[in-house]
């Protein structure tokens, strides 16, 4: 059985995904993939612009 991605984040970076972010799996891949933690993507990086773009209102 292949490893759950939030796992893989969490022993790839120390830390464990934010529950006050999206659990979209695919961003959480995205971050492994780059081999950035959520909190070093650049600002032009696309799933940052989808999830926190100016235009989002909460």
Not at 18 to 47: A, E, G, R
């Given at each position: 059985?292949?490893e759950?991605?939030?796992?893989?984040?969490?022993?790839?970076?120390?830390?464990?995904?934010?529950?006050?972010?999206?659990?979209?799996q695919?961003?959480?891949?995205?971050?492994?993939?780059?081999?950035?933690?959520?909190?070093?993507?650049?600002?032009?990086?696309?799933?940052?612009?989808?999830?926190?773009?100016?235009?989002?209102?909460?």
């Amino acid at each position: 059985m292949a490893e759950d991605v939030f796992k893989q984040y969490e022993r790839k970076f120390g830390e464990t995904w934010p529950k006050l972010i999206t659990q979209d799996q695919s961003f959480v891949k995205h971050c492994i993939d780059k081999n950035l933690s959520i909190d070093d993507l650049p600002d032009d990086d696309p799933y940052i612009k989808k999830y926190y773009s100016e235009d989002i209102v909460y």
